[in-house]
């Protein structure tokens, strides 16, 4: 879900003047101790509490995606979505509903209606989107399990940013029953923890399986690492050289020979074009309100109303087939999972605009192709985290947790 300008209307700046955000902590709502929904204390997850991004019914309590309009309009849910019931069946009390980015359209952590989701470890950086909420709650101990979504790498950019393991799951390996749609073509299902057995007792409550052998070799795509600066890029190649000589998978990178730079463009071009596409189709109703939607989301929805959404489903279709062919014999491709380390809260309006277009392009290809995708806290790149990203073919969650960890 691509990422928020930090110029928002509730917060305008000039272009070249920094301006901090109002920040806020990670619940819209926080469960009593004494009154957590599940807690029946059997299962896998017996003890772990769940942070609920405010995308999922929780039974009893409304959907407000991070905007107040629809919050407002919101019934009161009935029951609880596939995903929050999964985690309750295998033991997990739910902690409280966590806030997201506005209409989880970003990847940034900061909401135009709220402010920005305070950093609990690393004051004054982003927490990262749009799961942001989720992510800061885990971060700070008030949770041990963030459940959110990931339609452009909402799951893994704040894993990155805040040194958390982070999974989207294969993309409709999880019943989207009771969870508010971005862009259903690539919504998946994501989960975060600060323990990896946290993160897996997770992953299989919601179903992931351990299909597929055991991975024959690593892939880097090298036509993506220009994306990412100095002296992140050096982490990353030395962590993931560490990672497959660890558990023994030769590691290559990918050349030009085979996806070019520009047919990565080609590819992210068409992908945001239908992401842009089905959030219009979900929102556009918000558009007729007036100041519903904050100026910066306004325009992302409004790209999406005159897409050329055939063409776009055939480029992507190709897309998906070239990806699925490197996986094709057991491998799994490892990238960064983000561009950089965390930014800092005030950057200016121009460099966040930069430092997103570098990180979506190395998050669209696990929704493009439906696959899952890891976020693994092993990098530290200038005293910071940031996350090496594997991903596998659709039905191999549990492969990539069991590599990583």
């Known amino acids: 879900m691509t990422a928020t300008s930090h110029r928002h209307a509730d917060f305008a700046a000039g272009p070249d003047v920094r301006t901090d955000p109002p920040q806020t902590g990670p619940w819209r709502m926080r469960?009593?101790?004494?009154?957590?929904?599940?807690?029946?204390?059997?299962?896998?997850?017996?003890?772990?509490?769940?942070?609920?991004?405010?995308?999922?019914?929780?039974?009893?309590?409304?959907?407000?995606?991070?905007?107040?309009?629809v919050l407002g309009n919101a019934g009161i849910e009935s029951s609880h979505s596939t995903a929050v019931q999964a985690l309750v069946d295998a033991g997990a009390t739910l902690a409280g509903i966590a806030r997201t980015d506005e209409l989880a359209f970003s990847i940034a952590g900061v909401n135009a209606h709220e402010g920005a989701i305070a950093n609990p470890t690393r004051p004054g950086f982003l927490v990262g989107g749009s799961s942001s909420g989720s992510a800061a709650a885990v971060v700070a101990g008030e949770a041990d399990l963030g459940l959110g979504t990931d339609t452009a790498g909402s799951i893994r950019v704040p894993a990155s940013y805040c040194g958390l393991w982070g999974l989207r799951l294969t993309h409709g390996a999880v019943g989207m029953e009771g969870l508010r749609?971005?862009?259903?073509?690539?919504?998946?299902?994501?989960?975060?923890?600060?323990?990896?057995?946290?993160?897996?007792?997770?992953?299989?409550?919601?179903?992931?399986t351990d299909a597929g052998a055991p991975a024959s070799r690593m892939l880097i795509p090298a036509a993506l690492l220009d994306l990412v600066e100095q002296p992140a890029r050096a982490a990353f190649l030395a962590a993931a050289g560490a990672l497959a000589s660890r558990i023994g998978l030769p590691h290559t990178e990918l050349g030009e020979v085979a996806w070019s730079r520009g047919e990565l463009e080609e590819w992210f071009v068409s992908f945001r074009a239908i992401q842009a596409y089905e959030a219009w189709q979900v929102n556009h109703e918000l558009l007729d309100i007036d100041g519903a939607i904050s100026a910066d989301i306004r325009s992302r929805i409004l790209a999406g109303q005159n897409v050329d959404a055939q063409l776009h489903r055939s480029v992507l279709k190709e897309a998906?087939?070239?990806?699925?062919?490197?996986?094709?014999?057991?491998?799994?491709?490892?990238?960064?999972?983000?561009?950089?380390?965390a930014p800092e809260?005030?950057?200016?309006?121009?460099?966040?605009?930069?430092?997103?277009?570098?990180?979506?392009?190395?998050?669209?290809?696990?929704?493009?192709?439906?696959?899952?995708?890891?976020?693994?806290?092993?990098?530290?790149?200038?005293?910071?985290?940031?996350?090496?990203?594997?991903?596998?073919?659709?039905?191999?969650?549990?492969?990539?947790?069991?590599?990583?960890?």
């Open 320 to 341: 998906r087939a070239a990806v699925l062919a490197q996986l094709d014999g057991d491998a799994v491709l490892c990238l960064p999972g983000t561009s950089t380390t």
């Open 181 to 208: 749609p971005l862009a259903p073509s690539f919504d998946a299902v994501g989960i975060l923890a600060r323990d990896v057995g946290v993160l897996s007792s997770a992953a299989q409550a919601l179903g992931a």
């Open 31 to 69: 469960f009593a101790e004494d009154a957590l929904p599940g807690a029946h204390g059997i299962g896998p997850l017996a003890g772990v509490r769940v942070a609920v991004k405010d995308v999922f019914a929780v039974a009893g309590e409304r959907i407000g995606a991070g905007n107040p309009t």
């Open 345 to 405: 809260l005030g950057v200016s309006h121009e460099e966040q605009e930069r430092l997103r277009a570098g990180t979506l392009r190395l998050t669209f290809l696990a929704a493009l192709a439906g696959l899952p995708a890891l976020s693994v806290p092993h990098l530290i790149a200038a005293d910071a985290p940031m996350g090496l990203g594997l991903l596998g073919a659709p039905g191999e969650d549990l492969k990539l947790i069991r590599l990583a960890s």
